[in-house]
C-alpha cells in the first residue's frame, strides 16, 4: 500500500515551453502532498505544500507564477513549469502525506520525474 | 543556512558488517526524525523515525539514536548487506503533525560483498 506514482518519468522540451507533470496516490487519499526539487548531491528541497481544493503553500523564494500547483482530487496534484528555462532542469520529486496518519508525519515519495530543459 | 546536515556524503562498508550514519541538525525547534532509503532514479522510501521523546528506536536491521543535547542523531544497520547500498536521507520535523520536512544532503552507502 501506499504507492505514489509520477508522469513523466523524464521530460525533454525546449526552453520557453511549459511542462506539466502529475503526481498520484494510487491507493490511498492525500489531502496534503508536497513538491521537491533535487539537484545533484544536494538535499531535496521543498518548493510548495500543495492542498486538495485550496492554493498551495510556497516555500520562500519559490516563484508561484513559474511552478503551477493545482491539486484537484484526493489522488492528483500537478506542478506545471511554465515558461521552462534550462536553469528548471532538475529531479521534481512529490510526496504524499496518508490521511489520518498525521501522528507519525510519514510521507510517501513518487519516483521522480527528470526534466531536462534545452 | 542548513538545519539538517550530513557531513558524510558517502561510506564504504563491508557485508556483515555495522553502518553508521550520522546525522547533526542546528534548530532546537526540531522534535521528529525521519530516515529515508534511495535508489538513483526513484523516489525516497520511508525507513525508521524517531520522536525527541525517545533516544533510541529498532526495527529489525536498523537502529536510529537520538542525542538531543549534541542534536545528533546516526542510523545504525546491523548486519550491512549489499542490497543496503543507497542513498540515506536524514530529515527533521517541528512536530510529528502538519510540519514540513527538511532534508539533509544524503549519505551514500556502498556496502560490498
Known amino acids: 500500500g501506499a504507492v505514489v506514482s509520477q508522469h513523466p518519468s523524464w521530460v525533454i522540451c525546449k526552453s520557453g515551453t511549459s511542462v506539466k507533470i502529475e503526481c498520484r496516490s494510487l491507493d490511498f487519499q492525500a489531502t496534503t502532498m508536497f513538491w521537491y526539487r533535487q539537484f545533484p548531491k544536494q538535499s531535496l528541497m521543498l518548493m510548495a505544500t500543495s492542498n486538495e481544493g485550496s492554493k498551495a503553500t510556497y516555500e520562500q523564494g519559490v516563484e508561484k507564477d513559474k511552478f503551477l500547483i493545482n491539486h484537484a482530487s484526493l489522488t492528483l496534484s500537478t506542478l506545471t513549469v511554465t515558461s521552462a528555462h534550462p536553469e528548471d532542469s532538475s529531479f521534481y520529486i512529490c510526496?504524499?502525506?496518508?490521511?489520518?496518519?498525521?501522528?507519525?508525519?510519514?510521507?510517501?515519495f513518487g519516483p521522480g520525474t527528470r526534466l531536462t530543459v534545452l | 543556512d542548513q538545519q539538517v546536515k550530513q557531513n558524510s556524503p558517502s561510506l564504504s562498508v563491508q557485508e556483515g558488517r555495522i553502518s553508521i550514519l550520522n546525522c547533526d541538525y542546528t534548530?532546537?525547534?526540531?522534535?521528529?526524525f525521519l530516515w529515508y532509503k534511495k535508489y538513483p532514479a526513484e523516489g525516497p522510501t520511508f525507513l525508521i523515525s524517531i520522536s525527541s521523546i525517545k533516544d533510541k528506536n529498532e526495527d529489525g536491521r536498523f537502529t536510529v539514536f537520538l542525542n538531543k543535547s549534541a542534536k545528533h542523531l546516526s542510523l545504525h544497520i546491523v548486519p550491512s548487506q549489499p542490497g543496503d547500498s543507497a542513498v540515506y536521507f536524514c530529515a527533521a520535523s517541528m512536530d510529528s503533525g502538519y510540519s514540513t520536512l527538511t532534508f539533509g544532503k544524503g549519505t551514500m552507502l556502498l556496502v560490498s560483498p
Open positions: 534548530n532546537s525547534m526540531f522534535d521528529y
Open positions: 510526496s504524499a502525506r496518508l490521511d489520518g496518519r498525521v501522528l507519525y508525519n510519514e510521507q510517501f
